[in-house]
């Protein structure tokens, strides 16, 4: 436990990736297998990019009954279901070894027409009852899952009041590596999770993790919405 900025919380810091990949597996497995012993079930919000899918592996490896265990990511590019941007797909192919785990789509196989968050709102009705744990990642600009700053979308999916889990943000500008509207939960319903970690590489992103915790909590810096809040504390896996 240490205190940064005005947040105390915990840092997890790992020497190298194979070793943060190591620590994230592990502490899923474990909030997991304590959901199934408590609960009979689990279910998971995890981050899309890059950054976590080594880890994603060697969860997908533990043995487990996977049946009971249902996964979602926290933010869909609106594309095609075998789309190469698309989270969910990249998470099936990370999660092949565990047999019948389940996958919940927030965007339609087919992504036709204009994006909007009604197919997502659908399937999180069965998913009332908090996440056993969700898995956050944070790009340059501070965004997490599609809370993207400065972006129409983002004061719906920010704002407790708003009506609704899921929320369509279109990042501006499009980010070129996956240049898409967006289906993202929003920020309550992420919060609302036995467990929040975020999972962080890299000198550049600790740089912005402690310029966020420094700064006061802003919409400018999405990340911040999450950290600065006590009531929800968030652990943080870091490697260089
Ligand atoms: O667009 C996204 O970016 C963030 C960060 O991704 P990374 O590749 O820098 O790890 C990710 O957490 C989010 O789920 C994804 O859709």
Same mark, same amino acid.
């Given at each position: 436990m240490e205190s940064r900025g005005r947040v105390r919380g915990v840092l997890v810091e790992c020497p190298d990736a194979g070793a943060f990949a190591a620590a994230l597996a592990s502490r899923l497995g474990e909030l997991i297998d304590r959901a199934l012993t408590e609960r009979g079930r689990a279910v998971l919000a995890l981050a899309g990019g890059r950054t976590p899918f080594a880890a994603y592996r060697l969860l997908a490896a533990q043995?487990?009954?996977?049946?009971r265990v249902s996964l979602l990511a926290t933010d869909e590019r609106?594309?095609? #279901?075998?789309?190469?941007?698309r989270n969910e797909a990249e998470m099936r192919r990370a999660f092949?070894?565990?047999?019948?785990v389940h996958f919940v789509p927030l965007v339609p196989a087919k992504a036709d027409g204009a994006p909007n968050a009604e197919f997502a709102e659908a399937r999180l009705v069965d998913l009332d009852a908090p996440f056993d744990a969700v898995v956050l990642g944070m790009g340059g600009?501070?965004?997490? #899952?599609?809370?993207?700053?400065?972006?129409?979308g983002l004061d719906s999916a920010i704002d407790p009041s708003s009506a609704g889990s899921a929320f369509v943000v279109t990042p501006q500008p499009l980010p070129p590596e996956a240049p898409h509207a967006r289906i993202t939960l929003g920020l309550a319903r992420l919060k609302r999770s036995h467990a929040r970690i975020l999972g962080i590489t890299g000198d550049g992103k600790r740089k912005v993790w402690q310029s966020v915790l420094d700064a006061e909590p802003s919409a400018d810096r999405p990340i911040g919405l999450f950290l600065h809040d006590a009531a929800a504390p968030v652990a943080v896996y870091w490697s260089p």
């Open positions: 043995a487990r009954d996977w049946s609106w594309v095609d #279901a075998d789309h190469a941007h092949e070894a565990a047999s019948g600009d501070a965004h997490t #899952a599609s809370l993207f700053p400065g972006s129409p």
